[in-house]
């Protein structure tokens, strides 16, 4: 986003994540708090990074662009 984006939260936009192949595989509400989410993610040693800490967190993936 940017500072001169029209978006706001009243929109209801969303984070849509696709997997290598294009298949959605996440949907959810772009401003949402951590704690409401479903699931958490944690970092390869185990620490949860995002999301409700609890057990059995998602492994956290690196962003990145496709070339």
């Given at each position: 986003?940017?500072?001169?984006?029209?978006?706001?939260a009243s929109n209801r936009?969303?984070?849509?994540?696709?997997?290598g192949h294009g298949t959605e595989i996440d949907r959810r509400p772009l401003f949402q708090a951590e704690d409401q989410l479903e699931h958490c993610y944690a970092s390869p040693d185990g620490k949860p990074i995002y999301g409700k800490p609890a057990s059995?967190?998602?492994?956290?993936?690196?962003?990145?662009?496709?070339?």
């Open positions: 986003m940017t500072s001169d984006a029209r978006l706001k936009p969303e984070l849509v994540s696709y997997d059995g967190c998602r492994p956290a993936e690196e962003w990145g662009r496709q070339p």
